[in-house]
């Protein structure tokens, strides 16, 4: 992998974060948002859990679009900036922003899930 690879992939889960923290309730403690990969596009989902530990998400009439939008091309630019660094392609992603902005990322490859 080449430093140029590393700064691509920074640079995504950079803008991955920026999206999801802009997205966060003010109540939430953590913010996740949840991709399935094709070729070209994701369907993405976002949740979040409150300090209280209720779960919330938006209803189907109130997605911010853009913001799946956003979601779904960064998370098809990071799969393949991984791939053109060397990685296994992988199909599904898990990204949860805690509040102070310590991060999880968890890929789902066809047949195995890694963290």
């Not at 974060?17 to 802009?22: R, S, V």
């Not at 911010?64 to 900036?81: C, G, H, K, T, W």
């Not at 053109?84 to 992988?90: F, K």
């Amino acid at each position: 992998m080449t430093a140029a690879h590393d700064e691509r992939q920074r640079a995504l889960v950079e803008r991955i974060a920026a999206i999801l923290a802009a997205l966060m309730p003010e109540d939430a403690v953590r913010i996740r948002a949840d991709g399935e990969l094709a070729e070209s596009n994701a369907g993405v989902a976002f949740d979040w859990v409150t300090d209280s530990g209720a779960v919330g998400a938006f209803p189907f009439d109130d997605q911010p679009f853009e913001a799946v939008i956003e979601m779904s091309d960064a998370f098809v630019a990071l799969r393949d900036a991984t791939v053109a660094a060397g990685q296994e392609e992988w199909s599904g992603i898990a990204f949860t922003l805690e509040r102070d902005g310590r991060f999880d990322v968890e890929l789902r490859y066809a047949d195995r899930t890694a963290t």
